[in-house]
């Protein structure tokens, strides 16, 4: 199975916006002061302005800031020149150093050298968030550091906090770059209650880049309450002469603009009223979109969340991010598998990026321009030469969210298992004398067992049977894993969403284990061909996999199994092809009594030694 849909395509634009932006084109006015009106206090009100569609810019500037709640706003071309513009307001002085954080996108450093200065990285943790500890350990190398730029790179945000503090303490300026946390939100507990992130430091910087919660190709904005930087940037970003007065969200102190004036330099990085035209219809639905991005995100981290190999970290408690991407790391893999998964996954159409590659603008020995020698960020490159990044897109519907995540663990499950020259270490016995050799051989599996089917590839199997039944099965539909073992099958399902879960196992230490996992409604033991302690007609489906193969189970064990089964539900059953239909051929003849019918039957080869058929009957 193949992904189609790009997720590299950007969240489309509004009509409104699309409507104005051609209006205003037809005018031909698209630099940000062709108009007339100058604001003169704070109560200056942009209503007037309704049908001025030369002020664009100017009053999302105004909008944005209402959003953000900062007092002042510049609408600039990019974030990286609203970094570059904060880090000379703040007064940074040629060759002075700016911290900034290890695990970010080239266009922050570039900022600073940009402006001046020389970047000293900070490590990040296993969370992709800054290292506390060596924000401070360098704090310490370098008494004459005065900034640190604090990149909350893919929305993942660090202590606030506990940053601040140790800013505020060292005499740093803090400047937050919040390209990728629009919308994330921080506790205030002083407060008591959530604050957009952006008020921790004296500047914050945004961005409306294609891939970014607001889009508009590019774009960016300079946030502050501070009205001395604010006025610094608003003449920097290219208001000469008095056209500060055109601004809605500026300090209303015409004295201030104008002793600065001379001695402010005009880098020309504004805004255009085109690009600030298709932003300002997205403003008012940000709260809309942040709630589908994290509807999308949540499902395919539910997903991946039963993959072994996948750490995915979470965020810290104060915290409420966007999840417009997800990223996680590979564990256990090594640098030729993680290249394996990565080119299989884009085969299949999910193009996921690592991090730590030389050819990811991501990677911090890429940016030779900014060091003479690769700075020792050993922390930082263990996290992120395995830290995978895939972007969520809008156009993406809950389908789309179960197939990606389908195909990431079914390409994870194969890397992982190639190369494996034995099935099972012991093997397995193709004949079982009676019920307790069954029991006996299961209990005593039970502390290897796990590990064993991810070595093996067995994993791969339940994957897919979990993944169809989403195309087959409502969430709710009540289940039950006859033959659950320690929940291996019963993970898989409930990563999809399947939250009706029910085991039925002989193995009591197997139960035990399955019951740890805490994914099962009820747990039972029970034995095949015997009579279960299950109501009649009360499952949506029965599914079992590796239960139905070696003589495990007696021939009768279909009779209890079609009496809780409800009519019309399914049951979803792995014959081992080997047997020679030893099963396959006792359950057809309920299809000849009409009791059920064949519904399909798929042969899969995942282990070495044996094949298996995957058969659904349906009750009738």
Not at 455 to 462: A, I, P, Q, S
Request: charged fraction near 25%; aromatic fraction near 12%; glycine fraction near 6%.
């Amino acid at each position: 199975m193949k992904f189609s849909k790009d997720s590299k395509t950007p969240d489309s634009i509004p009509q409104a916006g699309i409507n104005r932006a051609v209006r205003l084109m037809e005018t031909g006015r698209l630099y940000r002061y062709n108009f007339d009106r100058q604001f003169i206090n704070q109560e200056s009100k942009p209503t007037f302005l309704k049908d001025e569609l030369a002020s664009e810019v100017a009053q999302l500037e105004a909008e944005f800031g209402q959003y953000t709640g900062h007092q002042y706003v510049v609408a600039v071309n990019s974030c990286g020149s609203a970094l570059f513009l904060s880090l000379k307001a703040a007064g940074l002085q040629p060759g002075e150093k700016v911290l900034t954080t290890a695990f970010t996108f080239t266009a922050v450093p570039s900022s600073i050298v940009h402006a001046g200065g020389v970047p000293v990285y900070v490590e990040c943790t296993h969370q992709y968030i800054t290292d506390t500890n060596d924000l401070q350990r360098k704090i310490e190398q370098h008494p004459d550091v005065k900034y640190f730029i604090l990149s909350h790179m893919r929305g993942h945000i660090s202590d606030l906090d506990a940053i601040k503090s140790i800013c505020d303490q060292a005499g740093i300026y803090l400047i937050e770059d919040c390209a990728h946390s629009l919308g994330s939100t921080w506790f205030n507990r002083h407060k008591n209650k959530k604050q957009l992130v952006g008020h921790h430091g004296n500047i914050a910087c945004f961005s409306s880049q294609s891939y970014k919660l607001l889009n508009s190709g590019e774009g960016g904005f300079f946030a502050t309450n501070d009205e001395q930087v604010a006025a610094y940037c608003i003449l920097a970003a290219g208001s000469y002469e008095e056209l500060y007065k055109k601004h809605l969200a500026r300090p209303f102190n015409d004295d201030l603009f104008e002793q600065l004036k001379p001695h402010v330099p005009n880098f020309s990085m504004r805004m255009n009223n085109l690009t600030a035209a298709v932003l300002r219809p997205q403003i008012p639905v940000l709260p809309e979109k942040i709630d589908q991005y994290n509807q999308r995100y949540n499902q395919l981290v539910n997903i991946l969340s039963a993959a072994e190999n996948i750490y995915i970290p979470s965020t810290l408690d104060p915290v409420s991010r966007v999840g417009d991407s997800v990223q996680f790391n590979l564990l256990n893999l090594t640098l030729e598998q993680i290249d394996q998964f990565v080119e299989q996954t884009k085969q299949r159409g999910v193009k996921i990026q690592v991090f730590g590659r030389f050819s990811n603008a991501r990677y911090f020995k890429n940016w030779k321009y900014s060091f003479d020698d690769v700075p020792d960020l050993k922390q930082t490159d263990k996290v992120i030469s395995c830290a995978c990044d895939l972007r969520i897109s809008l156009s993406f519907n809950s389908e789309d969210i179960n197939l990606i995540g389908y195909i990431i663990k079914d390409v994870l499950y194969q890397v992982v298992s190639a190369g494996n020259r034995v099935d099972y270490k012991k093997g397995l016995t193709d004949y079982f004398g009676d019920v307790k050799e069954v029991q006996t051989w299961y209990d005593a599996w039970v502390s290897d067992y796990d590990e064993e089917h991810l070595r093996n590839g067995w994993k791969v199997f339940l994957n897919y049977i979990a993944y169809n039944l989403t195309l087959q099965l409502n969430d709710d539909s009540k289940i039950l894993d006859v033959g659950c073992g320690t929940g291996l099958l019963g993970k898989e399902l409930k990563s999809y969403g399947f939250n009706q879960l029910y085991g039925l196992d002989i193995s009591k230490k197997s139960l035990k284990t399955a019951g740890e996992l805490e994914i099962y409604q009820d747990l039972y033991q029970g034995e095949l061909g015997s009579p279960l302690k299950l109501e009649s007609n009360s499952f949506d489906l029965l599914v079992s996999s590796g239960v139905f193969t070696r003589n495990q189970v007696p021939l009768n064990a279909f009779e209890e199994l079609i009496r809780v089964l409800k009519p019309g539900g399914l049951f979803v059953v792995a014959f081992r092809v080997e047997d020679n239909d030893f099963y396959y051929k006792e359950a057809k003849e309920y299809c000849e009594k009409n009791i059920w019918r064949e519904v399909s039957k798929t042969r899969l080869s995942i282990l070495q030694s044996c094949n298996h058929d995957l058969v659904t009957f349906q009750k009738l």
